[in-house]
């Protein structure tokens, strides 16, 4: 994506399982400062924009998903 106000725009993924037509589970991993957080939840406030910079965040979540009945 396009870089945006914390957020360098790079994140890197990688698939952890795959079963075709059942199951897909990938981790994805990047960084934000605490400014991207807020501009995320639709905070715009000079105020917590000075309170959150510096803050850094590191994102290594795991994401499943499992198909339902057809």
Do not use: N
Not at 26 to 46: D, F, M, V
Request: aromatic fraction near 8%; charge should be positive.
């Amino acid at each position: 994506m396009k870089p945006q106000k914390g957020w360098d725009g790079t994140t890197h993924g990688k698939m952890i399982d795959v079963r075709p037509q059942e199951y897909i589970s990938y981790t994805y991993r990047g960084g934000a400062t605490g400014e991207k957080a807020l501009a995320c939840a639709g905070i715009h406030s000079g105020t917590a924009d000075k309170m959150t910079k510096g803050i850094f965040t590191k994102l290594d979540p795991i994401l499943s998903f499992k198909s339902g009945p057809t």
